[in-house]
């Protein structure tokens, strides 16, 4: 295993103690997804929630097919909830879950004894991307849902930073759009990085980047209170930055 490797699985276990220490009823994965539910063809909704007792996982890059606990209520009535705040969010009652959220839930989730609700940001179709501002909106919106539910609630924002996935420029790696954001998410200001455009963000990180608005989502439903940068690779055999963050105590996110 390489270093940079062992980085990123280092980051993965740290996150792993951390949300152990919290004892969460709940995990809320925020990813994207890359085709098994949601085709390239379509349909390709800005926001989707899976609402399922269970799902698997796909069972791509070697990863291992295992059954994944969740909450059908929980996520149901999320998006419910949201509709009431001016979101309307599709709901997914077969979903499977490719690596953006299989690699998060089994390497962080390793024993599968907690529930994961997995809340999708589309990045596929450029029609149906959402801004960053609505995605930092959404964020929001499930902290004071969340606030509702008698349940510990933690949610986890998914996703590489600048890659170029099956365009011409894949294998670049833009080290100052992944320096900048991580900085800002580290000093509480991703708010700031939530005004970029989906247009900045595909210039700048490639259309991989825009799973960045994944980490928004997770940003402003804890209240953007910064944090603190575990690590920041730029892996070219992967061909992507990688990066993970901790939130340091949640603030009240109004």
Known sequence: MNSQAHVVLEGFAQLRRSIR????????????????????????PPFAIAVTDSFWTYGEMHIPRREVPSNRDFAGEFIRYAGGEGFDIASIGNFRADHGIAIPALMMLPELDVAVVPLIVGTQSSYSRAAPTR?????????????????RVIIVGCGGLSHWPGSSQMGRINLDFD?????????????YAASWSNDHIVEHAGNGGL????????????????????????IRPWVTGMGAFAFTSPAHAD
């Open 21 to 44: 220490a919290l004892k969460p009823d709940l995990v809320i994965l925020v990813s994207s997804e890359h085709g098994p539910t949601l085709p390239p063809s379509g349909p390709q």
């Open 135 to 151: 995605c930092y909106q959404l964020g929001r919106v499930l902290a004071r849902y969340a606030a509702s539910r008698d349940q």
């Open 179 to 191: 320096r900048e954001f991580l900085a800002l998410m580290s000093a509480g200001d991703a708010g």
């Open 211 to 234: 799973e960045i608005r994944n980490w928004l989502v997770a940003a402003a439903a804890v209240g953007d209170p910064g944090g603190e940068i575990l690590y920041y690779e730029p």
